[in-house]
């Protein structure tokens, strides 16, 4: 990634942008993109309190889209947003901001926010008996250690959700041995990693190639979700009957691949070209479903009675929720609880004027929900312009909050109104 211009630098940190991002993973880089797209009038910056773009695997690509539309320069890198107060008076929003190591203040109309769900700075801390007895080298997915070799290791990876899933055939090619260690099975299903119907790129326009993707894709996603809500005993079998032809003769159906719920009343774990099999089959991991009894100083003891040796263990337990990336938000000095408000549409948090999450689709890709959300920012913003307003805000009317009925996010919660206010 091109560093910033200091001229640039000082210009950013001294504006008022029409546009605040918040973030550089996924969603935040296409927030940008259509920002600049669709909205060519619009100042826009990207603020990111990380050194580099976020995301790993997909990184590369990141760093070239980026690069390839203008975006990178409008970055900021080592910018961490610690809070933001909306001035009705003014219709502008000031963000205090950390500029490596430098106080400054920020101003924009709109902000969107690219920090996705989970806290960046504090994984969640699973209650593992006595790990702090293990005298091998303890890894976190969310702070992997540069420094961490494990080749030619004994590798427990304690988990079984997508994480875990897909370190299992990262780590597979390097490691002595690899136990995925999980309290309960969740559902795999394995998709072949190309791109259907590839003959029609070189038929058809890239434009219409594109949409007709992302239609098939999303229809696919919606229907598989759908037969497996109406169906589930059957979709069950049919994802037992997929999973035992990817198994080898040592491992088990049933318990180290069957969950005790119906098919997706969770995420599901997709396995690219099942992957994570071909390592079962290969002997070099191996899967065990238990509890922990405690952690030894050279591995684990299991409430089973099996003890599993190591030399490093991975906690692949899971991520911390958090919503805006733990910014401090006010509305003219008064402070806005997160977890008290609705959200419109998945989109705009009740009371909070000019300010948008992007959250993506929680049971189909996430990309594909990050780019309606954003899509519909762009939405709004273009209504504001049309109508002269300077500022939208979701509003709940009293009589109206008590027929409620409070949904988590994560199923689509949709509210009722949006009231646009000069």
């Known amino acids: 990634m091109k560093e910033v211009t200091q ?20 969603s935040g880089i296409n927030a940008a993109y259509r920002i600049q797209d669709q909205l060519p009038n619009f100042s826009y910056a990207i603020l990111e309190a990380r050194e580099d773009l976020g995301g790993s695997a997909i990184k590369e690509y990141m760093h070239t889209t980026a690069e390839k539309y203008g975006i990178d320069k409008h970055i900021l890198f080592r910018h961490h947003v610690s809070s933001a107060d909306w001035c009705t008076a003014n219709s502008t929003w000031s963000l205090v901001v950390d500029a490596d190591g430098v106080p400054k203040t920020i101003t924009a109309r709109f902000m969107i926010f690219g920090t996705g769900y989970y806290d960046h ?47 299992l055939p990262k780590m597979a090619d390097e490691a002595a041995h690899i136990t995925m260690l999980q309290r309960t099975p969740t559902y795999i299903y394995s998709v072949p990693n190309h791109t259907a119907n590839s003959r029609l790129a070189y038929l058809l326009p890239s434009g219409i190639y594109h949409g007709l993707q992302r239609a098939i894709w999303t229809l696919r996603q919606r229907m598989f979700l759908l037969f497996c809500q109406r169906f589930p005993s059957f979709a069950t079998w049919i994802l037992r009957r997929g999973l035992e032809k990817e198994l080898p003769g040592h491992i088990s ?170």
């Open 253 to 422: 159906y049933d318990p180290h691949f069957k969950p005790h719920y119906k098919p997706w009343d969770q995420r599901m774990c997709v396995c690219p070209n099942g992957d994570s099999f071909a390592c079962l089959r290969s002997g070099k991991a191996d899967v065990h479903t238990d509890t922990i009894k405690t952690v030894t100083k050279k591995g684990i003891a299991l409430n089973g009675g099996m003890a599993l040796d190591a030399d490093i263990i991975v906690t692949a337990t899971g991520l911390k929720l958090q919503i805006g990336g733990g910014i401090r938000l006010s509305v003219d000095k008064q402070k806005i609880d997160i977890r008290s408000k609705y959200l419109w549409n998945g989109v705009m948090l009740q009371d909070l004027p000019n300010a948008a999450f992007v959250i993506g689709y929680t049971n189909a890709s996430w990309t594909l929900g990050a780019d309606a959300i954003t899509q519909c920012i762009t939405r709004i913003l273009k209504m504001l312009e049309s109508r002269k307003l300077v500022a939208a805000v979701p509003r709940v009317k009293a009589q109206d909050a008590q027929n409620f009925q409070d949904r988590p996010h994560d199923r689509f919660t949709v509210q009722r109104e949006t009231r646009n206010d000069k």
């Open 7 to 26: 001229a640039w630098y000082y210009e950013a940190c001294t504006s008022r942008f029409d546009v605040i991002i918040v973030g550089t993973g996924i």
């Open 121 to 167: 700075k504090q994984p969640l801390q699973a209650n593992i008996p006595s790990l702090n007895n293990f005298q091998g080298q303890v890894a976190h997915p969310q702070f992997w250690p540069e420094d961490l070799d494990y080749r030619n290791k004994k590798v427990i990876i304690i988990g079984s959700g997508a994480t875990a899933i897909t370190l």
